[in-house]
C-alpha cells in the first residue's frame, strides 16, 4: 500500500522560506506523477504545484509561481516544495498527492485526478 508522509512545516515569520519533503513508501518501483495542494479548515484543496514522474515537466499555480519550486530525489523517493517568502495568506495545511503513471510528461492539477494523499503538514507565516 502506498503512502505519502509529509513533513517539514513549522511556525515562520513573514519573509521567511521552508522546504517541505513527502516521502513515497510502499512502493520503490512505481511510477507516480506529484502534487502539492493547500487545504484550508474547510478541507477544501487548492492545487500549487503538479511535477510528472521524472520532474522532467511541471506547472505551477500563478499565486505561488516565481516564490516555490518543487523537485524530487529518485533515490530517496522524496518530493521537496521550495516555498521562499513566505506571507500570512500562506498559512494552511500543505498536502501531498501522488497519482499512479506509465510514464510520459504528464501532470495534473486538479484533486480529482489524484488517488492516493497525505496527511498533510502544518505551515504558518505569522509575526
Known amino acids: 500500500q502506498v503512502q505519502l508522509v509529509e513533513t517539514g512545516g513549522g511556525l515562520v515569520q513573514p519573509g521567511a522560506g521552508l522546504i517541505l519533503s513527502c516521502k513515497i513508501s510502499g512502493d520503490t518501483y512505481g511510477r507516480y506523477a506529484m502534487g502539492w495542494f493547500r487545504q484550508d479548515s474547510g478541507q477544501n484543496r487548492d492545487f500549487l504545484v503538479a511535477?510528472?514522474?521524472?520532474?522532467?515537466?511541471?506547472y505551477f499555480h500563478d499565486s505561488v509561481r516565481g516564490r516555490f519550486s518543487a523537485s524530487r530525489d529518485a533515490a530517496k523517493n522524496t518530493v521537496y516544495l521550495t516555498m521562499n517568502n513566505l506571507q500570512p495568506e500562506d498559512t494552511a495545511i500543505y498536502v501531498c498527492?501522488?497519482?499512479?503513471?506509465?510514464?510520459?510528461?504528464?501532470?495534473?492539477?486538479?484533486?480529482?485526478?489524484?488517488?492516493?494523499w497525505g496527511q498533510g503538514t502544518q505551515v504558518t507565516v505569522s509575526s
Open positions: 511535477l510528472s514522474w521524472d520532474a522532467g515537466s511541471g
Open positions: 498527492a501522488a497519482v499512479p503513471v506509465d510514464g510520459g510528461s504528464y501532470y495534473y492539477t486538479t484533486p480529482y485526478d489524484y488517488k492516493i
